[in-house]
């Protein structure tokens, strides 16, 4: 059974820009969470889409969007990037929404010049 | 005070012997635990899901809830050179309306 795929697995951009990443769920999950990784504040919740409704939110600027499609595909939008931007951007997904456990992929290393 | 606290490490064991690996939180509302391995360029791999408190094991892995002390504990028995990388503690509320909240994880490294 595939895992979670993430692409692209790395992306440049500058500031100002805006910078879609995309996530496939493993094949029968149905919620898609996001998270953001970096060194100084570790792993944070970014969002979390379960039947193309975002069921909740982390506390991230509203730069920071995201849609889910009816196969449960799930894309990330940035707008106006900024150097702090830079990160590993990682995709979880769960059977359901609720309790369920997260299997994450290998995530989208982004980088802001 | 951060929600969950975790050493960075490194944490440095010889090949074979016991690893212990802690989280502390300070929000009595998580109820369910889990226990992440993270590689270099990987995401993280789910090692351990538990619910409220208790023990739960899996192979060489022994995972610890202790709700009263707001404490949770990996262990790994048998510990290979493989087995090197970062741990990340995460947990949640129930209701399961909340995304994970992590700890910032510990930097293993098992010793050929």
Redesign the interface.
Known sequence: KAGVTQTPRYLIKTRGQQVTLSCSPISGHRSVSWYQQTPGQGLQFLFEYFSETQRNKGNFPGRFSGRQFSNSRSEMNVSTLELGDSALYLCASSPNAGNQPQHFGDGTRLSIL | QKEVEQDPGPLSVPEGAIVSLNCTYSNSAF??F?W?RQYS??????LM?T?SSGNKEDGRFTAQVDKSSKYISLFIRDSQPSDSATY?C?M?P????????????THLIIQP
């Open positions: 109820q369910y889990m992440y360029r990987k995401g993280p791999e789910l899901y619910y990340l995460a949640r129930g209701g399961g309306a909340d995304g994970l909240t992590f700890g910032k994880g």
